[in-house]
Structures are given as structure tokens and as C-alpha cells.
């Protein structure tokens, strides 16, 4: 069972920039992909970014040129950095494992974004 803990949330003023952290474990890091996802009070869950077992990242319309994730296989973790950040990305943000085509269904906790205008 792939276990993740996500670290390196905070409160940030627009425009600061901060650096999310995963560790994950349980799995074979390596063979997998890895997303990013965050939720905002209200709204549903939604992939920001992700990145394949390759390093090649993909991100969303809303964060392209301000976020950047990557991975480092032999630590089993997975980045996300975040500058120029916007109230808009206000949210609690996880990490997950990419099975194929689909997601796992484990959580972590999350960790709190607060970005104040």
C-alpha cells in the first residue's frame, strides 16, 4: 500500500513562492508517475501537474511557467515549486501515485497553501 506525506505548505503573500515536498513510500518510486493535485475550499480536487516515471512534467493552463515539479528517485520524492503565486492558488495540496491510467485511491494529508492578496 503506497503511503504519501506531503510537507511545505504555508501562508504566503501573492507573488512569494514556496516548495512542496512528498514522500512517498510503499512503492517502486521509480516506475510511476507522480501528480500533484489541489483542492480549494468548495471545489472539487484537480490535477496541477504531474510528472511520468521519465521526469518528462505536464501541467495545467493555470500554472504553466509559475509552477515546476520534479522527482528525485533515489529519495522517493516528489516537488512541487511554486512561485509567483496568486490567491487563486489557495488550496490543499496532495500528491499521488499514477497507476497507468488512473490514480491511486491512497491519500496523504495534504498539505495548506494560503496565498493573501
Known amino acids: 500500500q503506497v503511503q504519501l506525506v506531503e510537507s511545505g505548505g504555508g501562508l504566503v503573500q501573492s507573488g512569494g513562492s514556496l516548495r512542496l515536498s512528498c514522500a512517498a513510500s510503499?512503492?517502486?518510486?521509480?516506475?510511476?508517475?507522480m501528480g500533484w493535485f489541489r483542492q480549494a475550499p468548495g471545489k472539487e480536487r484537480q490535477l496541477v501537474a504531474r510528472?511520468?516515471?521519465?521526469?518528462?512534467?505536464m501541467y495545467v493552463d493555470s500554472v504553466k511557467g509559475r509552477f515546476t515539479i520534479s522527482r528525485d528517485n533515489a529519495k522517493k520524492m516528489v516537488y512541487l515549486q511554486m512561485n509567483n503565486l496568486k490567491p487563486d492558488d489557495t488550496a490543499v495540496y496532495y500528491c499521488?501515485?499514477?497507476?497507468?491510467?488512473?490514480?491511486?485511491?491512497?491519500w496523504g494529508q495534504g498539505t495548506s497553501v494560503t496565498v493573501s492578496s
Open positions: 510528472i511520468t516515471s521519465g521526469g518528462y512534467p
Open positions: 499521488n501515485v499514477e497507476y497507468g491510467h488512473n490514480w491511486s485511491s491512497s
Open positions: 510503499g512503492i517502486v518510486f521509480r516506475n510511476f508517475g
